[in-house]
């Protein structure tokens, strides 16, 4: 979408509403990406259920399918794909365009390392302004040949050929993306590629190789695969994805009278910091129905309004909700007190500088938000009305929809088209939940 366009989209939101009633938010966008690229590379079919048809994981899709893989859908959540084996893909004849999606180029980064092909991958001017170093050095350790601009940035040029061999890895940052970078990597490399982080952070690759049966060691905070075996194609339902869920915990915990069930939920532990977080701060989630699906863990989460107060976030916990802050934002400013986020300096390379960006929408709403390095200071209190502007950043639009629960006027929220990136149907859906919104 070009820029013109997504400055169109805006976002009006009237104060009041409570959020009832039962709804499943789209499929987890982490699982969908790693469905499509594992699915490729398996032998066999995969099939997918609940995949998340929004623009980022369908960049993803139209990359693979650049690349000779048949791949029947998105119908409803549904897609049939025709692995092509490890070694199985096809040149693409044009550079790969990944949109926003830096867990796409994170991720294939890794993957296309070891082919035998050329490929470019590309992006929007956001994602082209992301960190790509912290994945091109590693994968450099073990014999990658990829090109970067002079700051480290997309577009990525992957020379094909290279013989990769295995190494031993230790995160300087917590990132799943490096991590599982490093790890597709090492399907292709010769002996042994060991990556230890040093904080947990999501491990839906390690369980998706698990399940289509090639073989991982995890011991504590390291995990290690040799390459060479194979992946088998398997049947995959995509639980709904937390960090969806997550705007809806909130605003139903924010908005008097709100009793709100979030159907299919993914709760991997390794995602799970924002319901141990909005808890401490005196939410009231219940986990119901848990069960395990394709070996991710899922629940109903059933919330009801309640009063919060502000904390300090456990350090521990950061890693763990790093997608899900600019709503917890929201939250800590409905709270009683003080709240005080550290260690978070990750947020300030996402699709946006989360840290300023959620300070100065924040700021404009009259709340007392203080941007630190690494965090943010938020005196809770009372949210005014207001214009806020997402900077195109999909989570910071979705915050600020939902702060308008507790608003004393209207907020007006600009540049949201990139919520289709990971929300498609969102104002639909909370619409239907009891919110004042519209596009």
Do not use: W
């Amino acid at each position: 979408m070009s820029g013109s366009d997504s400055k169109s989209v805006r976002f009006s939101v009237a104060p009041g509403g409570r959020l009832q009633g039962r709804l499943r938010v789209p499929g987890d966008k982490s699982i969908s990406h790693r469905s499509i690229m594992l699915g490729s590379l398996a032998e066999g079919e995969t099939r997918v259920t609940g995949f998340l048809e929004g623009d980022d994981s369908l960049a993803t899709l139209a990359a693979f399918k650049a690349m000779g893989v048949l791949i029947e859908g998105p119908v409803n959540g549904r897609v049939r794909i025709q692995g092509v084996g490890l070694h199985g893909l096809q040149p693409p004849s044009q550079p790969l365009d990944l949109g926003n999606s830096g867990t796409s180029m994170r991720l294939m980064a890794g993957l296309l390392a070891g082919q035998s092909f050329n490929a470019t991958l590309t992006g929007d001017a956001s994602l082209s302004g992301r960190p790509m170093k912290r994945v091109v050095e590693p994968l450099a350790r073990m014999g990658a040949h990829i090109g970067t601009t002079d700051r480290g940035t997309a577009p990525l040029v992957i020379r094909g050929g290279a013989q990769l061999t295995g190494i031993d890895y230790a995160m300087p940052v917590a990132s799943a993306q490096v991590k599982s970078s490093v790890l597709l990597a090492g399907l292709y490399a010769s002996g042994r590629t060991c990556v230890t982080e040093p904080a947990p952070t999501r491990d839906h690759t390690e369980r998706m190789l698990a399940g289509m049966g090639y073989p991982v060691q995890r011991d504590g905070n390291r995990v290690c695969l040799e390459g060479g075996h194979m992946l088998r194609g398997m049947a995959i339902d995509v639980p709904a994805d937390i960090s969806s869920a997550a705007f809806f915990l909130v605003g139903a915990s924010i908005a008097p009278g709100s009793d709100l069930v979030l159907e299919h939920v993914g709760i991997n532990p390794t995602r799970t910091g924002v319901i141990d977080i909005l808890i401490r701060m005196g939410a009231s989630i219940g986990i119901e129905n848990r069960r395990e699906v394709g070996g991710e863990p899922v629940a109903d989460l059933h919330v009801r309004a309640a009063r919060l107060h502000g904390i300090d976030i456990p350090p521990e916990l950061v890693p763990l909700a790093i997608d899900e802050f600019p709503a917890l934002f929201v939250a800590a400013a409905c709270a009683e007190g003080r709240t005080v986020l550290t260690g978070a300096e990750e947020l300030r390379v996402k699709e946006s500088d989360r840290i300023q960006v959620m300070a100065d929408g924040l700021a404009a709403l009259g709340v007392n938000a203080q941007a630190t390095p690494d965090g943010m200071i938020i005196e809770g209190g009372a949210i005014g009305a207001g214009r806020v502007n997402s900077h195109g950043d999909h989570r910071i639009a979705m915050a600020f929809a939902m702060a308008a629960l507790q608003a004393q006027g209207p907020i007006e929220i600009s540049d949201c088209a990139n919520v289709n990136t990971s929300f498609p149907g969102f104002v639909e859906l909370a619409g239907q939940a009891g919110l004042h919104i519209e596009s």
